[in-house]
């Protein structure tokens, strides 16, 4: 499996100095016939007539040209990372109003350690089906027709189908119930299937680790409900 796609740098080189040409002196012209000398200067030290000459530095155009240079301007980070519970990150997400949305996250690695598939949830308002809502981020060599299989502790697992592909990989948004999340605080290891469309007999099982979930979880609702942040709640396919 291709890991995620990655934005490329490019790297523009700038002219910070100019290289000065160099002058080719003249040769002077040979002495005429009735032994006149090459003219040269009477004031001591001046240099004779056709010496190369190499043109002041123009201090000017110096300034000019670092005027023009940007020096950058400091760029937050609109994600950063708040806290680590076991095998799951809390991430947070700069608001204007200093009143910072949280998630859960993991990253799913394959057997080599290779990233494969991006795991984040959120707790969602009360009253509804889904308490809890999750967003499950797969390569775009996925077979979306084979969904993904989500299973705790081997028990009964789930399917969810994909909504949506771009650049990034391809998504699928999921609803928990208080059953669900219940099964997730209370497991210790959980796996997630998907198939390779140019493996479709051969799917591929990520563990997800549930080391540190329920810490993680009642943070995030602390922070969220703290903040005043109100998870729209994510309609529930039956």
């Given at each position: 499996?291709?890991?995620?796609?990655?934005?490329?740098?490019?790297?523009?080189?700038?002219?910070?100095?100019?290289?000065?040409?160099?002058?080719?002196?003249?040769?002077?012209?040979?002495?005429?016939?009735?032994?006149?000398?090459?003219?040269?200067?009477?004031?001591?030290?001046?240099?004779?007539?056709?010496?190369?000459?190499?043109?002041?530095?123009?201090?000017?155009?110096?300034?000019?040209?670092?005027?023009?240079?940007?020096?950058?301007?400091?760029?937050?980070?609109?994600?950063?990372?708040?806290?680590?519970?076991?095998?799951?990150?809390?991430?947070?997400?700069?608001?204007?109003?200093?009143?910072?949305?949280?998630?859960?996250?993991?990253?799913?690695?394959?057997?080599?350690?290779?990233?494969?598939?991006?795991?984040?949830?959120?707790?969602?308002?009360?009253?509804?089906?889904?308490?809890?809502?999750?967003?499950?981020?797969?390569?775009?060599?996925?077979?979306?027709?084979?969904?993904?299989?989500?299973?705790?502790d081997g028990g009964g697992a789930k399917r969810y189908p994909f909504m949506l592909c771009n650049p990034v990989g391809c998504f699928s948004r999921i609803g928990l119930t208080q059953q669900d999340l219940d099964g997730y605080k209370k497991g210790a290891k959980g796996s997630l299937t998907i198939v390779a469309a140019s493996a479709?007999?051969?799917?591929?099982?990520?563990?997800?680790?549930?080391?540190?979930?329920?810490?993680?979880?009642?943070?995030?609702?602390?922070?969220?409900?703290?903040?005043?942040?109100?998870?729209?709640?994510?309609?529930?396919?039956?």
């Amino acid at each position: 499996m291709s890991k995620f796609a990655h934005a490329l740098t490019l790297v523009l080189a700038l002219p910070f100095a100019q290289t000065a040409m160099a002058q080719t002196a003249t040769t002077p012209a040979a002495p005429a016939a009735t032994g006149t000398a090459p003219a040269t200067s009477d004031a001591a030290g001046a240099p004779a007539t056709g010496a190369d000459k190499t043109p002041a530095p123009d201090a000017a155009g110096a300034k000019a040209d670092s005027g023009a240079l940007s020096m950058g301007k400091s760029v937050k980070n609109k994600m950063y990372v708040k806290d680590k519970q076991g095998d799951w990150t809390v991430r947070c997400f700069r608001a204007k109003d200093n009143k910072d949305p949280c998630e859960l996250y993991q990253l799913l690695t394959d057997e080599k350690g290779n990233p494969v598939s991006e795991f984040s949830m959120v707790p969602l308002p009360p009253g509804g089906q889904a308490v809890a809502g999750a967003t499950i981020v797969t390569p775009l060599e996925t077979l979306l027709t084979q969904d993904v299989t989500i299973a705790i502790d081997g028990g009964g697992a789930k399917r969810y189908p994909f909504m949506l592909c771009n650049p990034v990989g391809c998504f699928s948004r999921i609803g928990l119930t208080q059953q669900d999340l219940d099964g997730y605080k209370k497991g210790a290891k959980g796996s997630l299937t998907i198939v390779a469309a140019s493996a479709p007999n051969a799917p591929i099982t990520l563990p997800i680790s549930l080391k540190g979930f329920t810490a993680a979880y009642e943070e995030v609702q602390k922070n969220n409900k703290a903040n005043g942040i109100n998870t729209a709640k994510a309609p529930v396919k039956k």
